[in-house]
């Protein structure tokens, strides 16, 4: 999904997803272009320090336990006592622009959504399967079926920011002349280095391959806020299943009468709903002594002579 729009009379918002659908680009045109979180990684630290330069020089350290192989640059900002961090690939976001066809010509500015999406709403439907959602003060990219009300991405949904970042094309390639003077001064360090190198290189590329197929397997997100989110979701889930069965052991050892008799366990709702008859109320403590014993919440109602007990999960 592309959303643009005028901004300031001047250039339009195209917020950029690797997912996005193709649109047609005017050539005199100027783009803010918006990064989904899909394109970058970030990171919230506190650190000692205490200008953004210093943050920027130690940033490849504080990512690199999470960063898949690649070249990457870094930019900061500081947010009240904290430092925001972000990662990103210059390679991947020149060339998914050059798929959409948005030359460097036509790009106003560059910025992310974690500056840019204002996060009044909880959760913005980027399409069908996905949302734009803040998590721990972090803008991350969730299943859509997690939120039921989400609202579709609009354009009133962003806001000017000034933390923008420019691509650079070659920042990662050093000349020859430069390679031959820092081999110069780097000579001295090759020998005492080169017996270490050689003993754990092997076992870097081995962790580093180990991570890749991790993250691959696992289908994991690009950031540890969203991992988290997933981790806990499917965590209560685990919980609501071990007291389902929990729960549904209670009632199979339940002690009826001739007369009496369970019509109906069904699950809806995150609640267990069990129907009996031939059973009066005050027969419902000999039926559901566990849950009386672990003082279970019961709601219980009575209709066309049948007793209806729910439990919630």
Not at 30 to 43: E, M, T
Not at 162 to 175: G, N, V
Not at 222 to 239: F, G, K, R
Not at 264 to 285: F, M, R, S
């Amino acid at each position: 999904m592309i959303l643009f729009f005028n901004f300031k009379q001047k250039a339009e918002i195209f917020f950029l997803d690797n997912s996005s659908a193709a649109v047609d680009i005017g050539r005199d045109k100027k783009y803010h272009i918006i990064l989904s979180p899909a394109l970058y990684w970030i990171k919230k630290e506190k650190l000692p320090l205490k200008y953004l330069h210093e943050v920027k020089k130690i940033a490849p350290t504080l990512f690199e336990d999470i960063l898949p192989k690649g070249e990457y640059s870094y930019f900061a900002y500081k947010e009240e006592d904290n430092f925001i961090l972000f990662a990103y690939e210059d390679k991947e976001i020149l060339a998914l622009l050059e798929k959409k066809g948005i030359s460097p010509t036509n790009i106003a500015s560059i910025s992310f959504s974690q500056t840019a999406l204002d996060t009044s709403v909880e959760a913005l439907k980027i399409d069908d399967e996905r949302v734009l959602t803040k998590k721990e003060g972090m803008v991350v990219v969730l299943p859509a079926l997690w939120f039921l009300d989400a609202q579709a991405l609009q354009k009133h949904h962003f806001t000017p920011s000034k933390h923008t970042i420019k691509l650079e094309q070659f920042s990662h390639i050093i000349d020859t002349k430069t390679v031959y003077k820092l081999g110069v001064f780097l000579g001295a360090f090759i020998v005492i280095l080169a017996v270490e190198y050689f003993t754990y290189y092997g076992v870097l590329q081995k962790l580093s391959q180990q991570k890749e197929q991790l993250f691959k397997q696992h289908k994991l997100k690009p950031t540890l806020i969203q991992n988290s989110a997933i981790l806990t979701h499917y965590e209560s889930v685990a919980v609501r299943q071990e007291k389902l069965r929990e729960y549904i052991s209670y009632i199979l050892k339940a002690q009826l009468m001739k007369n009496e008799k369970i019509t109906e366990i069904a699950y809806e709702n995150k609640k267990l709903h069990i129907v009996l008859q031939g059973v009066q109320k005050d027969a419902l403590q000999r039926i559901f002594t566990d849950f009386y014993k672990k003082k279970i919440a019961l709601d219980i109602q009575e209709k066309a002579n049948q007793l209806i007990v729910e439990v919630a999960l």
